[in-house]
């Protein structure tokens, strides 16, 4: 299973940041080893723009910086 198109924003990728809603999100994929990525992936203008690394950028790239403790192989 993977999870797509997760983001810390509003459906449209637009508005103010919501870090804690999204941690209530990336704590059950965690616990459950379910894979994520974040949307949007972009230097678009929206408040959701990874790149350059905004807010969410900021805190995205320092969540996938943490590793889970799935297995390896």
């Known amino acids: 299973m993977f999870v797509t198109e997760f983001g810390t924003q509003t459906a449209s990728g637009d508005g103010g940041n919501s870090f804690t809603r999204a941690q209530q999100y990336i704590d059950p994929m965690a ?3 379910i894979s ?3 949307w949007n992936y972009s230097d678009g203008e929206r ?12 805190r995205v790239r320092d969540r996938t910086r943490t590793p889970d403790d799935f297995p390896t192989g």
């Open 31 to 33: 616990r459950k080893k």
């Open 36 to 38: 994520w990525s974040n």
């Open 47 to 58: 408040s959701g723009a990874v790149r350059p690394l905004e807010a969410a950028g900021v």
